[in-house]
């Protein structure tokens, strides 16, 4: 079968049992020999794995990369209770997905929510974790509306006070509110126009967990998630981390930077691009991740 990039390599699909539903994966490629797979954690919460897919560029040069469906999203099981969904949820999950997969020796990683998954599981200090990315996330949910706020306040008058009357009254549906709304996933989120079709499809499919854990709207964290911090707790992160995020990304250097002096001994790139810079700057970014992987393999 074809990848995202047209590349013939092993792809396979299937469930996994998880708390009496079903969490659903996809395989790409084969490890060639001396490299282990990659797993890669999807954002959100709640936003399925597609947007993920320009990582399959690692499988055309000998890297499995493995996503799966955070229970309540995409291809996975929905289950009929919202009360599920939390961190505990879906750290459990990634246990049970390795366990299943037999992914005793991996690299992982996530991008946005599935960064802060990503250091929530190094804190529980997993066993076989070769190296992880933490993708454009931040480690305290203050920060990242802080930022949002400050990032909100370079737009046009017009356009920001559409945004924050739209936050205010929670009326989000009116022409103004949305044509504010895309100038700023534009400028922080995702700069290609039109969107790759695997972008679009996962913005298309935002599953049930974000409005949970996240809330009605982007800018205003109202769910479970509200006062998420774990950057008291970084430094006792042991796995070898590569921080990325885009010059102009929503992830801004200040929320990243917070995570930099705090893991010990992590590696950051910073690139030109948003908070999609991984599908934005595609090929030089899969090049940065597997010289990181393949640098902790030797190690």
């Not at 990032?151 to 949305?178: F, I, K, N, Q, W």
């Not at 499809?201 to 769910?223: K, L």
Request: aromatic residues 10%; hydrophobic residues 35%.
């Amino acid at each position: 079968m074809a990848n995202e990039n047209g590349s013939a390599v092993r792809i396979s699909e299937g469930m996994v049992p998880f708390k009496g539903y079903q969490t659903w994966y996809r395989r790409v490629g084969t490890c060639a020999p001396g490299k282990y797979p990659l797993l890669a954690l999807h954002g959100g919460p709640g936003v399925c794995h597609n947007y993920l897919k320009s990582l399959d560029g690692l499988a055309d040069n000998g890297r499995e990369v493995i996503y799966y469906d955070q229970l309540g999203c995409g291809h996975s099981a929905t289950p009929p209770n919202p009360d599920l969904w939390s961190v505990d949820l879906y750290k459990e999950e990634i246990d049970v997905i390795r366990e299943a997969l037999k992914l005793d020796k991996i690299h992982i990683l996530g991008q946005s929510w599935g960064g802060m998954l990503a250091m929530e599981y190094a804190l529980t200090h997993p066993a076989g974790v070769i190296s992880m990315v933490v993708a454009s996330s931040p480690a305290s949910m203050d920060i990242w509306i802080s930022e949002a706020d400050r990032l909100m306040s370079y737009l046009p008058r017009d356009l920001e006070a559409a945004l924050r009357t739209g936050e205010a009254s929670g009326v989000r549906d009116t022409p103004e509110y949305r044509a504010a709304f895309d100038e700023y996933y534009r400028r922080h989120v995702c700069m290609l126009e039109p969107y790759p079709d695997f972008v679009a499809e996962s913005f298309d499919n935002i599953g049930e967990p974000y409005g949970v854990m996240q809330g009605a709207g982007e800018f205003v964290v109202t769910g479970k998630l509200k006062d998420w911090d774990i950057t008291d707790r970084l430094h006792t992160i042991t796995i070898p981390t590569l921080l990325t995020s885009g010059v102009m990304d929503e992830a801004t250097p200040l929320i990243v930077k917070d995570i930099y002096d705090r893991i010990p001994g992590c590696e950051w790139e910073l690139l030109l691009g948003t908070h999609l810079v991984h599908v934005e700057q595609k090929e030089r970014y899969n090049r940065l991740v597997e010289d990181f992987f393949q640098r902790k393999e030797r190690a």
